[in-house]
């Protein structure tokens, strides 16, 4: 094959691997908390634009107000750990339990305390999507309607610790998972919760995360067990690892959803797919995520202060590209670059041929011009002595 050929060849490869080749998820980016305690719950607020907002909380009343740049350390006015934050759907009020009985209603400029039993401790606090009540629940089977103000106590039907609430997203009846092997379905309109069982025995179903259109919920739970539910029934899903499932949440776009497993273990979640590895670099446990209404991007809380963004913030090119899209001019950068070192070894290949090929005829001519000599020495010699 001539060098200019293979030259072309190669070129002709290479753009095909770096338009074609597998996608890999982006790493999750660190954001800078500024605390080092326990974050144990994130909640975006329901607004549209810049009108949205985070809040994270979490070990000693910690709690943290992201506003898409930086974060704002709050006062919350008690020393409880705090386990859950639900937002009202209207926006204007958040409610946050804890540990000691701890029950707060935030309004975006100050949090108020509600009326505490003490004996009761919090897991977790989801705001119906019609706004008339929310669910919390907590320790020892404890649940409970409210209207940000008093509790009203239900008969969940089980003592152990109920530590996840997810609505479907029509109101029409919501999914609470725990420390036991099924999961509970509480119909607020008959008032009845009923045992849903997926065939698991021996493991614990601890989250529960429902698609925003209402058309399935992810459930999971220890050793990586891991279901989808399409409102028909359970179906298993192959679980990438073996660690207890802590956090999950649905992306907006219906189409993902984010996973998070022990160890600093994060997945994307693509429906009719595989769950595809994020890397975190950080084994600290992730037991919190929630996307921004948007759906651009999600919060990741986590042990001592973790906080994680993915995808990460999109950094402006050194150079920008004037006009197009500025992947596609990274792409053009990278090609160009490699297309250019192709070329410089394949003018080095073809100007080490070209030297040895003329060295090779200097040879050639040398050994010609030897030749010629050698047979006119020998004609002279036989000529006839005159």
Same mark, same amino acid.
């Given at each position: 094959m001539k060098p200019k050929t293979a030259l072309c060849l190669a070129a002709v490869m290479l753009l095909s691997l770096l338009q074609n080749g597998p996608a890999a998820a982006a790493p999750a980016e660190r954001l800078e908390s500024p605390v080092q305690l326990e974050l144990r719950a994130v909640s975006w607020r329901p607004a549209p634009g810049n009108d949205t907002y985070a809040l994270l909380a979490g070990e000693g009343g910690t709690v943290l107000r992201w506003t898409g740049r930086f974060f704002m350390t709050l006062d919350s006015n008690t020393k409880s750990d705090l386990k859950g934050i639900g937002w009202h759907p209207s926006g204007t009020r958040a409610l946050l339990v804890g540990r000691d009985g701890a029950f707060l209603e935030y309004d975006g400029s100050g949090f108020r305390s509600a009326a505490q039993n003490r004996t009761l401790w919090f897991e977790d606090a989801e705001w119906r999507p019609q706004g008339d009540f929310a669910?919390?629940?907590?320790?020892?089977?404890?649940?409970?309607?409210?209207?940000?103000?008093?509790?009203?106590?239900?008969?969940?039907?089980?003592?152990?610790?109920?530590?996840?609430?997810?609505?479907?997203?029509?109101?029409?009846?919501?999914?609470?998972?725990?420390?036991?092997?099924?999961?509970?379905?509480?119909?607020?309109?008959?008032?009845?919760?009923?045992?849903?069982?997926?065939?698991?025995?021996?493991?614990?179903?601890?989250?529960?995360? #429902?698609? &925003? =259109?209402?058309?399935? /919920? +992810?459930?999971?739970?220890?050793? @990586?067990? *891991? $279901?989808?539910?399409?409102?028909? !029934?359970?179906?298993?899903?192959?679980?990438?690892?073996?660690?207890?499932?802590?956090?999950?949440? #649905?992306? &907006? =776009?219906?189409?993902? /959803? +984010?996973?998070?497993?022990?160890? @600093?273990? *994060? $997945?994307?979640?693509?429906?009719? !797919?595989?769950?595809?590895?994020?890397?975190?670099?950080?084994?600290?446990?992730?037991?919190?995520?929630?996307?921004?209404p948007n759906g651009s991007y999600a919060l990741c809380a986590g042990a001592g202060g973790l906080v994680l963004r993915h995808p990460p913030a999109e950094r402006p090119p050194v150079n920008p590209p004037v006009d197009g899209n500025g992947g596609d001019w990274l792409l053009l950068s990278a090609v160009l670059v490699m297309a250019f070192a192709l070329m410089t070894a394949g003018v080095a290949v073809y100007m080490m041929m070209r030297s040895r090929r003329r060295a090779r005829e200097a040879e050639e001519l040398a050994e010609a011009e030897l030749h010629a000599a050698g047979l006119a020495a020998k004609t002279k010699g036989r000529r006839p002595s005159p």
């Amino acid at each position: 094959m001539k060098p200019k050929t293979a030259l072309c060849l190669a070129a002709v490869m290479l753009l095909s691997l770096l338009q074609n080749g597998p996608a890999a998820a982006a790493p999750a980016e660190r954001l800078e908390s500024p605390v080092q305690l326990e974050l144990r719950a994130v909640s975006w607020r329901p607004a549209p634009g810049n009108d949205t907002y985070a809040l994270l909380a979490g070990e000693g009343g910690t709690v943290l107000r992201w506003t898409g740049r930086f974060f704002m350390t709050l006062d919350s006015n008690t020393k409880s750990d705090l386990k859950g934050i639900g937002w009202h759907p209207s926006g204007t009020r958040a409610l946050l339990v804890g540990r000691d009985g701890a029950f707060l209603e935030y309004d975006g400029s100050g949090f108020r305390s509600a009326a505490q039993n003490r004996t009761l401790w919090f897991e977790d606090a989801e705001w119906r999507p019609q706004g008339d009540f929310a669910l919390v629940a907590g320790l020892n089977g404890t649940l409970a309607r409210t209207d940000g103000t008093t509790l009203s106590l239900l008969n969940s039907t089980v003592g152990a610790a109920i530590v996840s609430i997810s609505w479907r997203p029509d109101g029409r009846f919501a999914f609470l998972c725990g420390d036991f092997p099924f999961v509970l379905r509480y119909d607020p309109e008959a008032g009845t919760i009923d045992r849903l069982s997926t065939g698991l025995a021996d493991q614990y179903l601890r989250g529960v995360s #429902w698609r &925003p =259109d209402g058309g399935a /919920a +992810l459930v999971f739970g220890t050793l @990586g067990t *891991l $279901y989808r539910y399409d409102g028909s !029934g359970f179906s298993p899903l192959g679980s990438p690892t073996a660690n207890q499932w802590l956090a999950g949440a #649905w992306s &907006p =776009d219906n189409r993902t /959803a +984010l996973l998070a497993a022990r160890g @600093g273990l *994060l $997945y994307l979640f693509e429906e009719g !797919g595989n769950l595809t590895p994020i890397a975190t670099n950080t084994t600290s446990p992730i037991y919190s995520i929630a996307f921004s209404p948007n759906g651009s991007y999600a919060l990741c809380a986590g042990a001592g202060g973790l906080v994680l963004r993915h995808p990460p913030a999109e950094r402006p090119p050194v150079n920008p590209p004037v006009d197009g899209n500025g992947g596609d001019w990274l792409l053009l950068s990278a090609v160009l670059v490699m297309a250019f070192a192709l070329m410089t070894a394949g003018v080095a290949v073809y100007m080490m041929m070209r030297s040895r090929r003329r060295a090779r005829e200097a040879e050639e001519l040398a050994e010609a011009e030897l030749h010629a000599a050698g047979l006119a020495a020998k004609t002279k010699g036989r000529r006839p002595s005159p």
